[in-house]
């Protein structure tokens, strides 16, 4: 059965949603990338640097800012393999109610201790009780991180291009509804890693596609389709898909350590690889840096100068 479709949300939405949880996130920084052989003037947008090392603090906490207190109180639960966790868990801890998880195996365990230091009650079973916040085909969770687009466009009024990590899309649909409506002229792309690039795919077939996925050590986007609700928003509302290779994945999360001290899972790290690489010129370009949870194993193998 297709799955209803979904709504991108309105700047109104996005800009009462900033209200909202101005108290509950941080206003992340944008930062200049200083490289003398880049080919374009390449920012940083550290989402890494919020509580949870994520952007998934913004749509969470605006799901559950906006749910009834009654409704509320009987706990919250959501699925997913790291970051989306995180930001329920933190979330419910402000709110003061009880969080689970369902996981999958594959989950990582740096990942699953924080959910767990959180407060979160890890599960690897489904049939939960209470609110269920989606990791991304949501309105709201798409209008909390439409809030990034809106603090981009007041420190960085001429930006050209922006290029946001691609996992299910709510991230890159949320900030390019907001770009769409106050600087329509600005492109998104998305941000993905070969072998695990269904948007590209299908951008490429001109309409939804099943891959053959690879998982990599850059878990935190990439699978075997974008779901159908997404697609919808993802086809009107990106220019492209900018799709990278591990080893650039991997450069760029050592890049960002030796130039900027700056820790970003290979997710985050994909759209400094794609800026890079490119594909998104000319700039300025803003690269949303969407997460810092790297496994310290993985981190040291790519310091070490190998790919995972």
């Known amino acids: 059965m297709e799955a209803p479709a979904i709504n991108a949300p309105s700047l109104d939405q996005i800009q009462v949603a900033r209200e909202r949880i101005a108290d509950l996130i ?3 920084p944008l930062v200049r990338m200083h490289l003398d052989d880049a080919r374009a003037d390449i920012y940083l947008k550290l989402e890494n640097l919020q509580p949870i090392g994520s952007f998934k603090l913004r749509g969470a906490s605006n799901v559950m800012a906006l749910t009834d207190p009654d409704e509320l109180a009987r706990g919250v639960w959501t699925a997913s393999a790291g970051n989306m966790a995180q930001g329920v868990a ?36 489904p049939g939960m009780d209470g609110l269920f916040v989606h990791a991304f085909s949501d309105t709201a969770v798409m209008a909390g991180n ?43 792309f998305a941000s993905e890693v070969a072998g695990a690039a269904p948007l590209a795919e ?14 990599s050590f850059v878990d935190g986007i990439g699978g075997p389709w974008v779901s159908s609700e997404m697609w919808e928003l993802a086809k009107r509302l990106l220019v492209g898909s900018l ?10 999360v050592r890049l960002l350590v030796t130039r900027s001290r700056l820790v970003a899972e290979g997710a985050g790290a994909s759209s400094l690889a794609a800026a890079l690489d490119g594909g998104a010129d000319p700039g300025p370009i803003v690269c949303i840096v969407s997460g810092g949870n790297i496994d310290a194993t993985t981190l040291a193998t790519i310091l ?5």
Do not use: M, N
């Open 26 to 28: 941080v206003r992340t």
């Open 243 to 252: 799709t990278v290779t591990l080893q650039q994945v991997a450069d760029a």
């Open 304 to 308: 070490r100068g190998d790919v995972p």
């Open 90 to 125: 933190w979330g419910a801890r402000r709110f003061g109610v009880p969080c689970s998880v369902v996981v999958p195996e594959t989950a990582p365990r740096t990942k699953l201790d924080a959910i767990e230091r959180l407060g979160g009650r890890v599960r690897e079973f």
């Open 146 to 188: 439409g809030t990034i687009g809106l603090e981009i466009l007041e420190d960085l009024p001429e930006v050209r291009s922006v290029i946001v990590p691609f996992g299910g899309g709510g991230l890159s649909c949320g900030i390019a509804a907001t770009l769409q409506a106050l600087k329509p002229e600005a492109r998104v």
């Open 202 to 215: 299908s951008l490429a077939a001109g309409h939804a596609v099943e891959i053959d996925y690879t998982p």
